[in-house]
């Protein structure tokens, strides 16, 4: 699959009422303090928006938002340039890097995320349509990455099948999981 525009969403379970303002600051406080590689850019408020972001920290690597798609509360990271490696690699990454961003918000904010579902997009409409071929393209190295993120659990994913929406497969696992678990399962 030649795409590296991956998104995913891990929902929150705890902190859905924390204030837009309390999620810019912190991601404001991130963009001071940060010392990584990648580079972030700016914050901004979106919480006029129904059903979309609320607040949304943009980086040149990825964006990170609180997002309230489907009326769903979560953190949606968005990859927007590659990071190496094949898809498999790519996507492994882009879960690993989500997880990472809701265990570091778990540590600064009251919030806590699930870790049995979350949302995975393919944020590329030419090269991964929203299709039955796609989805037969990806399901080898999805399968193989699910089964490593649940330790074998049983795993549901469902592909939302509007094609004139982007790629997206819900994903619902056996059994409670944090992200923290969830970590430690891709190391």
Known sequence: MPTHKISVKFYLDQGHNIAPETWFKTFNNWISAHNGSDVLLDAADYSHVPNGPVTLLIGHEYDISIDDTDAKRGLLYNRKQPNGGNFAQQLSSAV????????????????????????????????????????????????????????????????????????????????????????????
């Open 96 to 187: 690993r890097a989500a997880c990472a961003i809701c265990q570091r918000l778990e540590a600064e904010e009251a919030v806590v995320f699930r870790g049995n579902e979350l949302r995975l997009i393919l944020n590329d409409r030419l090269n991964a349509p929203n299709t039955e071929n796609t989805h037969n393209a990806i399901n080898d190295d999805l399968q193989a990455l699910l089964h490593q993120l649940y330790n074998g659990s049983e795993v549901i994913a469902e592909r939302r099948k509007d094609t004139g929406q982007r790629f997206t497969l819900d994903i619902r696992a056996e059994g409670d999981w944090s992200v923290a678990k969830l970590l430690e399962n891709l190391s």
